[in-house]
């Protein structure tokens, strides 16, 4: 039972200095030290830094809030736009110093670690599965286009996402995020549907 506890206070803790500080910054010694535990209880749990990389990135995942897209109450459109609100509310919220993980580490070090790029691609795979599933429920229900390609749609949403979060942080202004919303919900995908 200990042991466990150990490796998660280790993942927790390389989840949140991952995504403070990046991959490249964030050493094996500041994570132990984040996580209360000696830096050789490390390799009692992981085999690299890289490893532990891939759990957290997969920790990052299984939180990245797509629980209000599926199937919930209200009009798939608006469940879509809430998701991206709560998304950004948390970059504002943390004054535009953190991004998503999955992009952090797509633009870091995916071009290092096969292993890495992976992890992020299969995240990416997962978010964009998600949102084109709510997607189809909206054009089921006749509030989009027919013709609208709801996987092409989710994956383009997924890349506008991460590129307006980019721009956010390098401006450190919401800007981007207003621009997003004004062209995704106000043309892309208009609510009633279009012909």
Same mark, same amino acid.
């Given at each position: ?8 206070? @280790? /993942? ?11 991959? =490249? ?12 535990? *000696?830096?050789?209880? %490390?390799? =009692? ?12 990135? #997969?920790?990052?995942? &299984?939180?990245? *809030? ?11 459109? !608006? ?16 004054? %535009? ?6 992009? =952090?580490?797509?633009?870091? @070090?995916?071009?290092?670690? &096969?292993? @890495?790029?992976?992890?992020?691609? #299969? ?17 089921? !229900? ?9 996987? !092409? ?21 919401? &800007? ?7 062209? /995704?919900?106000?043309?892309?995908? +208009? #609510?009633?549907?279009? +012909?």
């Amino acid at each position: 039972m200990g042991r466990r506890g150990v490796r998660e206070e @280790i /993942v927790e803790a390389a989840l949140e200095r991952f995504h403070v500080q990046g991959y =490249n910054a964030a050493g094996v010694k500041v994570i132990t030290d984040a996580a209360g535990v *000696p830096k050789g209880s %490390f390799y =009692n749990h992981f085999d690299s830094k890289e490893a532990l990389a891939v759990v957290a990135l #997969q920790r990052y995942g &299984d939180r990245h *809030p797509v629980q209000e897209l599926a199937g919930g109450d209200g009009e798939p459109l !608006a469940r879509l736009r809430a998701h991206f609100e709560s998304l950004r509310d948390y970059v504002v919220r943390h004054e %535009f110093t953190r991004g998503c993980l999955m992009g =952090n580490f797509g633009a870091e @070090i995916a071009d290092h670690s &096969d292993v @890495i790029r992976d992890a992020v691609r #299969q995240c990416l795979a997962q978010w964009t599965e998600a949102i084109a599933v709510v997607l189809t429920e909206a054009r089921e !229900a006749g509030a989009l286009r027919a013709g609208l390609d709801p996987r !092409a749609t989710a994956g383009f949403l997924v890349d506008a996402w991460e590129g307006s979060l980019i721009r956010a942080r390098a401006d450190r202004s919401a &800007d981007a995020f207003e621009s997003f919303f004004a062209l /995704v919900f106000g043309t892309l995908l +208009p #609510q009633g549907g279009a +012909p």
